[in-house]
């Protein structure tokens, strides 16, 4: 039974609880995210400068190299020559391309959210109400009581 306890404290623990919310959220926001960046400025982003898609951008070297014909896919180039190193760095372009973009789009929308939350903040920040006058009178008398000593 000491462990069905301990078990329940740990879950129903804040710290857990919160960890468990963050991860949902997460990813539902991840999704947000992904929609955002695919829906919405891969389009644009294409519009202007054509997909940047350089996936099947390679440099072929060692042996079989030379019977991969000129123009060939990375898929067409592995399949002509299996032997041959294929440094296939234009996928790493493409997966950095879009990870600039989503990196882009995930501190508009942060600094969105601070500037929204400042604005929240300084509503929410008033003067504090004036203290009142029994208050302000007994300050005067014992500041002139200590004037006095």
């Known amino acids: 039974m000491n462990i069905v306890k301990e078990f329940k404290e740990f879950a129903i623990k804040g710290n857990a609880f919160d960890l468990a919310v963050g991860v949902i959220i997460g990813g539902a926001f991840g999704k947000i995210v992904t929609s955002v960046i695919e829906d919405l400025i891969m389009p644009v982003v ?27 896919s990375l898929a067409d180039a592995k399949k002509a020559a299996p032997d041959a190193a294929i440094f296939a760095y234009g996928n790493f372009i493409t997966v950095a391309i879009n990870f600039l973009l989503l990196a882009l789009v995930v501190f508009m929308m942060v600094k969105a959210i601070n500037k929204m939350k400042k604005k929240e903040e300084a509503a929410a920040v008033v003067a504090p109400p004036a203290p009142p006058k029994e208050e302000v009178l007994l300050t005067e008398i014992r500041d002139l009581l200590k004037a006095k000593a």
């Open 46 to 72: 294409a519009a202007m400068v054509g997909k940047p898609d350089f996936s099947s951008i390679y440099f072929a070297m060692g042996k079989g190299a030379e019977s991969i014909p000129a123009g060939a």
